[in-house]
């Protein structure tokens, strides 16, 4: 099984959708959305990740269902105690050896 998280494009919140930069990025994304070979998808109910979504899945004649759960997902890097982790987001370690969770 594979996962894929994708975040929405730049946004802009008091409109709840996508920003001209965001859609420039939407739209990169959908670009190369083929190659992504993409399954079930499920999307955040707000505008800006519908809107993101929405590029991608159109170039691969996919629909995804909106889940509620998906609104506040508060992604966190677990790396600390774990090489394999840290050699694979080693900026996630700050030089005073502090473990940040960038998102």
Known sequence: MRLLFIRHG????TTDSLTEQGIKEAKAL??????????DCYM?????????????????GKTAEAM???????PKLEVEGDEEM???????????????YPI
């Open 10 to 13: 730049d946004r802009d919140y």
């Open 30 to 39: 959908a670009a190369c959305a083929e190659e992504l070979d993409l399954g």
């Open 44 to 60: 955040s109910p707000y505008g800006r990740a519908q809107e993101t979504a929405s590029y991608c899945l159109e170039a691969n």
């Open 68 to 74: 509620v759960w998906l609104s506040r997902f508060a």
């Open 86 to 100: 840290q050699l694979a987001f080693p900026d996630a370690i700050l030089p005073d050896g502090l473990v940040t």
